[in-house]
């Protein structure tokens, strides 16, 4: 079955390290964005499914009552599974228990909370709207809301960020009782405003080697306090792994609804505006429509597919594909089993704990 994402481009303040398609100065636009949204979900009517997944921006920047509508307009135009999984991302300064619980009783079931740091000298700095307690005071709201599924994100490599400084926020982190937690590295993206003061060398960001150190002290502190990572950047107790970014990992169809939002649906990739007005003005209009071959449909499932920690299937590319990837990827595969980034494990193929250290070069030669 298909997922669906939902993307809301509206935010308070944008922060200092974001390149995402999102406004801070746009909210006089919410209800006709609302409106072009709905139009856009009609052409997916009766589609089925069993992931949700609303992200941003920052979704809970609407208001109650436009979240609530934007919530009965997807079970009016989709077929909703009953036990599907229904997340939707939360910035700690734009929420309180009373939307919350009006998040809960809309069907929201998940909640994907941006923490990023415990410690607010380090989420001053990289532009947050919130401090550790509002985060705290979050995620406890959230349990007496109702939510049982609440992430976390927690970022590493942030500008003056130490070893201790992450080891805290961590801690902090298992105190707040979650099941889930995002766990990734700042990612510097030309033309933020957080790169030229990295540029300008008003801020300095820790050492490549000190950000190693901070991903494999995060990878210890998860494991042992009961956190078994399934992804490069995720970690989760039993049960509670993230259902919709499995769905993006493991090759499934999704739908994208919103401004800037991806479709992977009826074997076609397409894309929509990432011009907010465009959007509102044009929602059925698709961009960069493209057919996969075999061969791209090859490449994603070993690129996607090599982020989990369980790796990829030999049986399921062969049942796929009608080949092999030992076969179709010979040349990358022996190169870096030989160097131990890769390993075989039974049916599997997979990173080893030095290899997810250095992922993003072993997986680009599979694209």
């Not at 060398?201 to 042992?224: G, H, I, T």
């Amino acid at each position: 079955m298909r997922g669906l994402y939902i993307h809301i481009p509206f935010c308070i303040k944008k922060c200092e390290y974001c390149d995402f398609v999102s406004f801070s100065d746009c909210y006089h636009k919410k209800a006709a964005y609302l409106s072009a949204l709905t139009e856009e979900m009609k052409i997916y009517r009766g589609e089925a499914v069993d992931t949700v997944y609303i992200g941003g921006g920052t979704p809970t920047s609407l208001t109650t009552q436009g979240l609530e509508f934007l919530m009965e307009n997807i079970f009016r135009y989709f077929d909703v599974a009953d036990d599907a999984e229904i997340t939707m991302e939360c910035n700690p300064g734009t929420c309180n228990l009373e939307k919350l619980k009006a998040l809960r009783t809309a069907g929201v079931n998940r909640l994907s909370i941006g923490v990023q740091s415990f410690n607010d000298t380090e989420l001053a700095t990289i532009g947050r709207i919130h401090s550790s307690n509002d985060a705290i005071s979050c995620a406890v709201d959230a349990k007496f809301a109702g939510f049982k599924n609440i992430s976390l994100d927690i970022m590493f490599g942030l500008p003056n960020q130490t070893t201790e400084t992450l080891r805290d926020t961590l801690i902090k982190a298992f105190s707040a009782g979650v099941n889930h937690i995002s766990c990734y590295s700042l990612i510097l993206e030309e033309g933020t405003p957080l790169f030229e003061r990295v540029r300008t060398r008003q801020l300095y960001l820790p050492s490549e080697d000190a950000e190693v150190q901070m991903y494999d002290v995060a990878c210890d502190m998860l494991e042992k306090s009961g956190y078994h990572q399934y992804e490069i950047s995720n970690f989760a107790r039993s049960g509670f792994e993230s259902r919709h970014n499995l769905k993006y990992w493991d090759c499934t169809e999704y739908i994208g609804c919103g401004c800037a939002a991806h479709s992977y649906y009826n074997n076609q990739r397409y894309t929509n505006t990432t011009d907010l007005d465009e959007y509102i003005a044009s929602p059925l209009k698709k961009y960069d429509v493209t057919g996969l071959s075999i061969r791209d449909k090859m490449s994603e499932f070993m690129f996607l597919g090599l982020r989990k920690t369980k790796g990829v299937s030999a049986k399921d590319f062969e049942s796929r594909f009608g080949s092999t990837f030992y076969f179709e990827f010979n040349e990358p595969i022996k190169k870096y089993l030989d160097l131990g980034l890769l390993e075989k494990g039974g049916d599997f193929l997979r990173f080893t704990p030095e290899g997810l250290r250095l992922s993003n070069t072993v997986l680009c030669e599979f694209v």
